[in-house]
Nanobody, 114 residues
Framework: QVQLVESGGALVQPGESLRLSCAAS????????MSWYRQPPGKEREVVAT????????VYANSVKGRFTISRDNAENTVYLQMNSLKPEDSAVYYC???????WGQGTQVTVSS
């Protein structure tokens, strides 16, 4: 069955970096558009970054452009989100999503605080 498992969330200080991982099973990430979403406390879930299927074409939310990078490792069947220069407003639960399968992971918590 299709499954997504996120990891890498942590408590970090402003300005630091984190890399989130999304390990997929039951399908090939190379053939699916993959996205990272986030949901801050008390707010709606929003898309952060998307990578197109079978290409390296990417799209980012304006709030993270230039700081976050989405990538895909086909051999590991894993999607990553590299987050640099983190800000307190980046604090949220981060979710991985497969566009083709409409499948979500369970989420991983990122907290940016001094």
């Amino acid at each position: 069955q299709v499954q997504l498992v996120e990891s890498g969330g942590a408590l970090v200080q402003p300005g630091e970096s984190l890399r989130l991982s999304c390990a997929a099973s039951g399908f090939t990430v190379h053939r699916s558009g993959m996205s990272w979403y986030r949901q801050p406390p008390g707010k709606e879930r929003e898309v952060v970054a998307t990578i197109a299927p079978s290409s390296r074409s990417t799209v980012y939310a304006n709030s993270v452009k230039g700081r976050f990078t989405i990538s895909r490792d086909n051999a590991e069947n894993t999607v990553y989100l590299q987050m640099n220069s983190l800000k307190p407003e980046d604090s949220a639960v981060y979710y991985c999503y497969s566009t083709y399968w409409r499948a979500w992971g369970q989420g991983t918590q990122v907290t940016v605080s001094s």
